[in-house]
């Protein structure tokens, strides 16, 4: 399996900011998830990231809210722009490994916006 | 994708199997069971799939019925470190593994 891991793990921002949050796998790979865990709440696909193309967002989400950038097979930003409260949760990433379409996570980073 | 439906909570002492029921009665013939887990928010770790038959790796056991209408994740001894929420996924294949996550069983492993 893949070894993901997330810059920052953890964040306390202002609203009206932004944050850039930076995944970094191991090892090369072809589709990269970013998802948002809200309090007390399961994890929803934002967007999916595949290297030389634009990002594809799920139904809800928007690109100049979350911008993301793929420039290469092993790496991934996320920024959530402009923030609100609401904007408070955990985001993840994940990837595509070891066949068969199985994902690994990466360990998340917690946001607090304040 | 199909809809899975799971307990919400599930007791289990330690030592014990820990057996958690998953139905996704509508799961088509090309779509996968999938088993993750999240230990106290920490990223969900994959835990076993399956499309037809039984599985098993070091983690746990996958019992999917012949009609694949149901499964069972079998955690054989279960440990205080199981305590997690366990999330059954339905993911056809082909679809750029779009992982659509219910609000899964919370299990509770006590001593």
């Known amino acids: 399996s893949a070894v993901i891991s997330q810059k920052p793990s953890r964040d306390i921002c202002q609203r009206g900011t932004s944050l850039t949050i930076q995944c970094q796998v191991d090892?090369?790979?072809?589709?990269m998830f970013w998802y948002r865990q809200q309090p007390g709440q399961s994890l929803t696909l934002i967007a999916t990231?595949?290297?030389?193309?634009?990002?594809?967002?799920e139904s809800g989400f928007v690109i100049d809210k979350f911008p993301i950038s793929r420039p290469n097979l092993t790496f991934s930003t996320l920024t959530v722009s402009n923030m609100s409260p609401e904007d408070s949760s955990i985001y993840l990433c994940?990837?595509?490994?070891?066949?068969?379409?199985?994902?690994?996570f990466g360990p998340g980073t917690r946001l607090l916006v304040l | 994708d199909a809809k899975t439906t799971q307990p919400p909570s599930m007791d289990c002492a330690e030592g014990r199997a820990a057996n958690l029921p998953c139905n996704h009665s509508?799961?088509?013939?090309?779509?996968?069971v999938y088993w993750y887990r999240q230990i106290h928010s920490q990223g969900p770790q994959y835990i076993i799939h399956?499309?037809?038959n039984n599985e098993t790796n070091e983690m746990a056991s996958l019992i999917i019925t012949e009609d694949r209408k149901s499964s069972t994740l079998i955690l054989p001894h279960a440990t205080l470190r199981d305590t997690a929420v366990y999330y059954c996924?339905?993911?056809?294949?082909?679809?750029?593994?779009?992982?659509?996550f219910g609000t899964g069983t919370r299990l509770q492993v006590t001593l």
């Open positions: 996924i339905a993911l056809y294949t082909g679809t750029a593994s779009k992982l659509t």
């Open positions: 994940s990837v595509n490994s070891g066949g068969q379409e199985t994902q690994y």
């Open positions: 399956g499309l037809k």
């Open positions: 090892s090369q790979v072809t589709m």
């Open positions: 990231a595949n290297q030389g193309s634009e990002a594809t967002y």
């Open positions: 509508t799961i088509s013939g090309n779509e996968y």
